[in-house]
């Protein structure tokens, strides 16, 4: 007999925007968060944020780590180490502890460390 009930999958929560998505409005998340689509706005979240390569965001992020890949026009402010991976199109200004920058990434902005 199969059993009706909903499971809860157990493992790493995390929160998703997948491509072909598009936000317009401020996000706030308590775990780690992918973005593969459009957001227009602020991004906050208690984890670690992944902007994919087919990404594109219009707005500030604040995380606390965070690994770029896409399209960003705004400012970033992370506690710990923002990765620009080589696919990335960075504009604007990274204030971080750590700062990691591939070959090939673009970053037009400046840096301040804390």
């Not at 504009?91 to 070959?103: M, N, P, Q, R």
């Amino acid at each position: 007999m199969l059993n009706n009930k909903n499971t809860v999958p157990q493992g790493t929560a995390h929160n998703s925007i997948t491509p072909g998505t598009l936000i317009k409005g401020d996000v706030k998340a308590e775990e780690d968060f992918r973005i593969d689509g459009k957001i227009e706005g602020n991004i906050e979240c208690s984890g670690k944020v992944i902007v994919g390569p087919q990404a594109e965001i219009a707005g500030n992020i604040y995380c606390n780590n965070a690994d770029l890949m896409g399209k960003i026009k705004g400012n970033i402010e992370v506690n710990e180490t923002v990765s620009l991976k080589a696919q990335v199109v960075f504009t604007g200004e990274i204030i971080a502890k750590y700062l990691d920058i591939e070959a090939g990434a673009v970053f037009n902005g400046t840096c301040t460390m804390k």
